[in-house]
């Protein structure tokens, strides 16, 4: 079982929609939890961290449910520019940051 | 200023053949991080070092030797190329522990390696 699982992608939604990804971790000394975000042929960067009450940045959110061992985020109102791979990252003990396999997204006018 | 430099961007190179991958980050962190990117796109960790010390070495080849002259650079050795090395390598810098509120990983623009 890989230790970060996402959706198969990809996503196709048009403008506006709103979209959900889902990822499940296995370790459960899993520490800290993120997305990211990755644009073709580019390097990965930070979209934003996942905080076990939940958190809002803009029109994304993110959830974490330690029990159940899943993360989620939800983009609303998606645009154009929001095409993009998004990556689950899950750290454990510090040193060691795993990236789940990604889920592409592809918005459409 | 590049916070997380990497070169070349792009090598190709023959199979059987030594290449080298240079890293350097100016962002004062203590740790580094090597990651192999597949055609898959699959982002593997490959190895990580903390001020200079190896921490991490996940099942790599001992083809690939990377090497820490100082906290501020990263290099990655890789002798005996074979076509299944062919992948995009990020090198990657961050505060360590890492949590919630210091979890970004900066990564480098990749080098893309073909082996023919």
């Known amino acids: 079982r890989k230790e970060v699982e996402q959706d198969p992608g990809p996503f196709n939604v048009p403008e506006g929609a709103t979209v959900a990804f889902n990822c499940t971790y296995s370790?459960?000394?899993?520490?800290?939890f993120f997305w990211y975000r990755q644009d073709c042929r580019k390097e990965p960067k930070l979209l934003m961290s996942?905080?076990?009450s939940g958190n809002e940045d803009g029109r994304f959110t993110a959830q974490l449910n330690r029990a159940s061992q899943y993360i989620s985020l939800l983009i609303r109102d998606s645009k154009l520019s929001d095409s993009a791979t998004y990556l689950c990252?899950?750290?454990?003990?510090?040193?060691?940051?795993?990236f789940g396999a990604g889920t592409r997204l592809f918005v459409k006018a | 200023d590049t916070a997380v430099s990497q070169t070349p961007k792009y090598l190709v190179t023959q199979m059987g053949n030594d290449k080298s991958i240079k890293c350097e980050q100016n962002?004062?962190?203590?740790?580094m991080y090597w990651y192999k990117q597949d055609s898959k796109k699959f982002l593997k960790i490959m190895f990580s070092?903390?001020?200079?010390?190896?921490?991490i070495n996940e099942t790599v080849p001992n083809r690939f030797s990377p090497k820490s002259p100082d906290k501020a650079h990263l290099n990655l050795h890789i002798n005996s190329l074979e076509l299944g090395d062919s992948a995009v390598y990020f090198c990657?810098?961050?505060?360590?522990?890492?949590?919630?509120?210091?979890?970004?990983?900066?990564f480098g623009e990749g080098s893309r390696l073909t082996v023919l």
């Open positions: 070092y903390n001020n200079k010390e190896l921490i």
């Open positions: 990657a810098s961050s505060q360590v522990p890492l949590a919630e509120d210091t979890g970004e990983l900066f």
């Open positions: 370790n459960s000394a899993s520490q800290s």
């Open positions: 962002l004062g962190h203590d740790t």
């Open positions: 996942v905080y076990s």
């Open positions: 990252v899950v750290n454990i003990e510090g040193f060691k940051t795993i």
